[in-house]
């Protein structure tokens, strides 16, 4: 089951039973399209974990991807401040609109950097509950030098793609030297804002002859 987070305020359904959700994509952040449900499309949202609307062309509940096979998988579920608008963070399967197109705006659903923080979320989501089968809990509990240690792997081998290696392979070492940088920031109690504040303060500052 899929709980919600509330803003402070129940949900509050339209006079015709409905509440618009705004669906955005889990990783990316891009909006990806507008639905409406009833109090019934939004439990079955919550239990199977599948975005479902109630069409109001088809008068029915419309899980969305039904017949296409692009479901969309549910993260989380927000109720805005005023309690009559759904955000629902999701995983899409494929293209969101009918016509093909990634969202219902006709624009490209592109990864940004926007999701590093993210992912600076998930890993400490992922320390908070400890699993031992994470790979980031297992990591944390070798200790900082083992951390930074992994860094330094992960510098060398970003920086040897960078001369001789493919651009894929580029910009897979650099992920992982993003992703082991982010869990040093963590274990220190330091984070990506700490490291914004020094870029933004160097970039305001006057420069050198």
């Not at 109720?79 to 963070?89: E, H, N, P, Q, S």
């Not at 950097?113 to 600076?120: A, I, P, V």
């Not at 960078?162 to 274990?187: C, F, M, N, R």
Request: charged letters at 25%; aromatic letters at 4%.
């Amino acid at each position: 089951m899929i709980d919600l987070i509330e803003s402070g305020t129940a949900i509050r359904f339209g006079a015709d039973g409905l509440i618009p959700a705004i669906i955005q994509d889990f990783g990316t952040r891009n909006v990806l399209m507008l639905g409406y449900m009833n109090q019934e499309s939004l439990d079955l949202t919550r239990s199977t974990g599948l975005v479902t609307f109630f069409s109001r062309s088809k008068n029915r509940l419309w899980k969305k991807g039904e017949t296409s096979g692009n479901v969309l998988h549910v993260k989380e579920i927000r109720v805005d401040c005023d309690g009559d608008t759904l955000l629902i963070k999701a995983q899409p399967s494929g293209p969101t609109c009918h016509t093909g197109s990634d969202t219902c705006w006709n624009l490209e659903n592109k990864a940004s950097s926007l999701f590093l923080q993210e992912l600076e979320s998930i890993i400490a989501s992922r320390i908070e509950e400890g699993d031992h089968a994470s790979y980031t809990v297992r990591l944390l509990k070798e200790g900082v030098k083992k951390i930074s240690q992994k860094v330094g792997e992960e510098g060398v081998e970003t920086a040897l793609e960078g001369v001789s290696g493919t651009d894929e392979k580029l910009v897979e070492e650099a992920s992982d030297l993003v992703y082991h940088l982010l869990v040093l920031l963590k274990a220190r109690n330091l984070s990506l804002d700490d490291v914004g504040r020094v870029l933004v303060s160097r970039h305001g500052a006057p420069r050198r002859s």
